[in-house]
Each structure stands twice: as structure tokens, then as C-alpha cells.
């Protein structure tokens, strides 16, 4: 069954529409999507990088899932056996009337039944919001560019290291973790240790000089742990959404929840690494105490990020709070793709579609009554032709069907004693069902249309006596 949600907003334009219908389904699918994560991410037994996993589709599933799901809905829409029932009836809403009774084949009842509710709006024209929308996206581009040209500029000084107990520290940790082709570089520009880009960590030139070489390996581990997670090219692409989507508040609180469980997860595979819990601790407090948190830097996943998620980390690794989350295990992953595949699939049958106006009828907001100038209607009475012609229209189709109908039931197989119907005259069936609703509700509509029409006009009338 295929819900959706038809939004009148004044649109003469299939692009605007179309644009429109996909922001609107998104923000469904963002709010669908961050409360799954959340309701699982609260589950104790998951590990810390099975949680970031949550965070992470969560922030960036709901942009494909609403692609997808407006993909298929335009799809559908142009599909011949949907076209003659939403799209070129130009119906407003479908709700309970045309859904088809349960049927034994559940396949043939998805592909043409579905639920549309009909959401009024106040009097605003789509294409306004689209363009303030736009316009906004657009402003946070600049601001993202803006400050990744300011980090690069930031970090352009920066030199290889060759200080050989630092190089000497990152290759024991690098053993341990497997990962190859790393570029250790230093700056003094930067107070913490950060990811740049795939496979890059740059340090201040100064930190070998303030932590020893247990709590290096803990910090090198750490960053390592970042290189392994591909997060050098996440954090960028969180930022991105960030900017671009500004004005939406709930990806602030999904990007924060994002970045502070991949700090969480990073810091239990450097335990995992080095065993050294304590010595990270002394580590992390020992960097975050010449950091000044630099905002733009929040683009780059880095040791010390913030300090209002520093303590939470600190008691984790000196186990003065709850336990830390198991280890990473190997069915972990899979039951977290596994969830988000799932959740993925049904969000595909939900998407809102915003109606395009009548170029000469416009729908007015329930129980708003048509305004007149003069001694004419401000609207126009309902079109007899156009009316004539979709019914002409249905009629065709209804004797077509019938005929079809019949001819499938004379078939050999059919005319057994206690045979069941087959697909096909149960598909016939169904269709023939729609088709007959169909014409009852244009029926209704029209003549409601009609006595509106007429009764405004007598109004009108009366008033200028």
C-alpha cells in the first residue's frame, strides 16, 4: 500500500511540484529515520561503532530513501494503470472509496491502490517557498566553502614529520592496526591532532614533547582508528549537510550525535589497541588543555573536538560512569545494515506529492466560501466539456474491462466445478472496481461543483437587487 500525501500550495509548475515533493519528503523521512536510530541507539548491548553506524545512516539515509521514494512515486504516476485514476482525472484525493477491497493477491493490490490524503495549506505559492529554500541551500554553500577555503589556508604551512620517536611511535601502533600508507604530518597552526582527507593525521609540532610514549600510542590509535572508519571523508560531507540545510533544526542535533559517537567508537578501538585506557584519558586531558576548539575544525574528526563532550569520554575510559558498550562484534554489523535496509524499504512507500492548480480552477481550503467582484463570479462554473470527456473516457474503459472480464472468465480452467479465479481475472476485477469509483466520485464532484457554482450565483444576484 502506497501512502500519500497530496499538498495544495498553489504550484502551476511540474518542477516546482516536483521540488517541493521531494523537501517535503525528506523532512518525513529525516524525522522516520532519526527516531528509529534513536529508539536503537539507547539499546546497551550494541557497540559504540554499531551506534555510530545508526548516526551516520540516519543523517545521510533519509537523502536517498526520499530520492527513491519520489523516483518511484513519478514512476508510478506516468505508469499507464495508474495514470487513468490519480494523474490524468486530475482527483484530487483518493482515500477510502477507491481502495480496493483485501483480495488473495496482495501484489496486484499494491501496485494499484494507494492512499492518498488530501493536506490543505494556507493560500502561499510553491514556488515562493522553493525559491526561499533554494536561496538558503545556497548561502549555506558559501558557508561551507568559506570555511574549507579558511582550513586550508589554516593548515597550508604544514610539513612532514621527522622527529623519529613520533615516526617511531605511529609504525608500532600501525602494526597493530593494519592500516598502510600514512601520512603523519605537523603544523603548529593546529592544537590537537586531526584527519586530513583519507589518510592523513596532522599533529601539533609540539606534541611529542607533552605526552609520553604510552599515551602517544593511545592518540595515534585514536587517529588511526579515524583513518580506518573513513572519516576524514565523512566529517566534510556531514559538514556539507550542515551548511546546506541550516535552517533545518534537526540535523544540527543528528550531525552533533554523528561526530560525538565517532569519537566514542574511535576511543574504544584505541583501548582495543593499546590496552591503555588511563593513559588515553591522560591524553585526551593533556591535549584538551592547550585546545581552543575551533568551530571550523569541526569539519576535520580530531581527538579533543569539544570540551562539552570531553568529560563524558573521560569517564567512560576511567570507568567512573556506566560500563563501556561491548566490543565491535561480528553479527553487530550486519543486524545494524540489516535494520536500516529494512527501514529503508518502507520508506519508500511513503512520499508527499504537491498538487499542481488547475490553470482555471484553483481548490479553495475547506469551508472557505468563493469570493466575487462585481456581479460575475470570481470563479468560473464547471466545465461541461472536460467533464463529458472523462467520462467518456471511463465509460470506454469500463466496457473494455467488462469485455476483457468475461472473455477471461469463458476461459477452459475457469469453467471447472470448484476452480479458483485466476490472476488475471482478479486483476481484471480490481481494475474494474477503481474504474467504477471513479466515475461515482467525478459524478459527486461534479455535481457539487455545479451546485456551489449556482448557489454562489444566486448570491450574487441578491446582493446587487
Not at 88 to 93: D, F, S, V
Not at 307 to 314: A, I, Q, T, V
Not at 398 to 424: D, I
Not at 429 to 458: C, G, I
Request: proline fraction near 6%.
Amino acid at each position: 500500500m502506497e501512502l500519500r500525501l497530496l499538498v495544495w500550495l498553489g504550484v502551476e509548475s511540474s518542477a516546482v511540484a516536483l521540488g517541493l515533493a521531494l523537501l517535503f519528503t525528506y523532512v518525513v523521512h529525516s524525522v522516520i529515520w532519526v527516531a528509529t536510530a534513536a529508539l536503537l541507539a539507547r539499546v546497551r548491548a550494541i557497540s559504540s561503532a554499531t551506534r555510530h553506524l545508526l548516526w551516520k545512516m540516519a543523517l545521510f539515509g533519509p537523502i536517498l530513501s526520499a530520492l527513491f521514494a519520489v523516483a518511484v512515486s513519478s514512476a508510478l504516476a506516468r505508469s499507464p494503470m495508474t495514470s487513468s485514476y490519480v494523474h490524468e482525472l486530475k482527483i484530487p484525493a483518493l482515500a477510502a472509496p477507491l481502495a480496493s477491497p483485501p483480495v488473495d493477491t496482495p501484489a496486484a493490490t499494491n501496485a494499484r491502490a494507494a492512499a492518498v490524503v488530501r493536506v490543505l495549506t494556507p493560500r502561499v505559492r510553491g514556488s515562493v517557498i522553493l525559491t526561499l529554500v533554494l536561496a538558503s541551500a545556497a548561502l549555506g554553500c558559501l558557508r561551507f566553502l568559506g570555511s574549507a577555503i579558511l582550513i586550508r589556508r589554516r593548515l597550508r604551512g604544514r610539513t612532514r614529520v621527522t622527529e623519529a620517536r613520533l615516526l617511531a611511535r605511529l609504525e608500532h601502533v600501525r602494526g597493530s592496526i593494519g592500516v598502510r600508507g600514512i601520512l603523519l604530518t605537523e603544523s603548529s597552526r593546529v592544537d590537537s591532532p586531526l584527519v586530513l582527507g583519507a589518510m592523513e593525521i596532522c599533529v601539533p609540532r609540539t606534541l611529542h614533547e607533552e605526552l609520553t610514549d604510552a599515551e602517544l600510542d593511545t592518540v595515534l590509535a585514536h587517529e588511526l582508528a579515524h583513518i580506518e572508519r573513513r572519516d576524514g571523508l565523512w566529517f566534510p560531507l556531514a559538514g556539507a549537510l550542515e551548511c546546506i540545510l541550516w535552517f533545518y533544526p534537526l540535523n544540527y542535533w543528528v550531525t552533533s550525535r554523528f561526530r560525538d559517537s565517532a569519537e566514542l567508537a574511535c576511543d574504544d578501538r584505541a583501548v582495543e589497541l593499546t590496552r591503555n585506557p588511563l593513559g588515553l584519558a591522560r591524553a585526551l586531558v593533556q591535549v584538551a588543555a592547550s585546545s581552543s576548539f575551533g568551530r571550523r575544525l569541526a569539519m576535520m574528526p580530531a581527538i579533543s573536538r569539544s570540551k562539552s563532550g570531553l568529560l563524558p569520554r573521560l569517564r567512560r575510559l576511567t570507568g567512573a560512569s556506566a560500563p563501556r558498550e561491548k566490543q565491535p562484534s561480528r553479527r553487530a554489523g550486519p543486524w545494524a545494515t540489516g535494520a536500516i535496509l529494512t527501514l529503508a524499504a518502507a520508506l519508500v512507500s511513503l512520499n508527499i506529492q504537491v498538487a499542481e492548480a488547475h490553470p482555471e480552477r484553483r481548490p479553495l481550503p475547506a469551508g472557505a466560501r468563493p469570493r466575487f467582484s462585481g456581479s460575475a463570479p470570481a470563479v468560473t462554473p464547471p466545465d461541461s466539456a472536460e467533464q463529458s470527456r472523462r467520462m467518456s473516457e471511463l465509460v470506454h474503459r469500463e466496457q473494455l474491462l467488462a469485455a476483457q472480464l468475461e472473455a477471461a472468465r469463458r476461459l477452459p480452467n475457469e469453467l471447472q466445478e470448484g476452480a479458483p479465479e485466476s490472476a488475471r481475472v482478479l486483476e481484471l476485477s480490481q481494475e474494474l472496481r477503481h474504474v467504477r469509483a471513479a466515475e461515482s466520485l467525478l459524478e459527486t464532484r461534479f455535481a457539487e461543483e455545479w451546485a456551489a457554482w449556482d448557489k454562489a450565483r444566486s448570491e450574487v444576484r441578491r446582493a446587487s437587487r
